[in-house]
């Protein structure tokens, strides 16, 4: 038996809060998106510098021990973040790279 999906009747009407010509598009600094992105980057030595950071300051702050998985357990998935900082005065950006758990 095939049962017709309904559909709504309501009429659709795009925003009229703002014209057309006051909406921006936001961009993302050209900072990576990825690990892959970062290492295609003309900047790659300067995010290579960023993750170093990164890692270094996990280990000196003891953030995690490495453990053998127990079984049943799962591994949590983990990604890279990758921001330009510009501070006040300075031209040049710093690189930060953050790693952190997805989900």
Not at 36 to 57: F, N, R
């Amino acid at each position: 038996m095939r049962v017709e999906l309904r559909r709504s009747e309501r009429r659709r009407v795009s925003s009229s809060k703002y014209p057309k010509e006051d909406y921006i598009t936001l961009t993302d600094n050209d900072e990576p998106q990825n690990f892959s992105e970062a290492m295609e980057s003309i900047e790659k030595g300067e995010w290579i510098k960023a993750m170093e950071e990164e890692i270094s300051s996990l280990h000196e702050n003891h953030t995690y021990d490495l453990v053998e998985l127990p079984t049943g357990r799962k591994v949590l998935k983990n990604k890279g973040v990758y921001r330009l900082k510009t501070e006040k005065g300075n031209l040049r950006p710093r690189y930060k790279a953050r790693i952190v758990v997805k989900g």
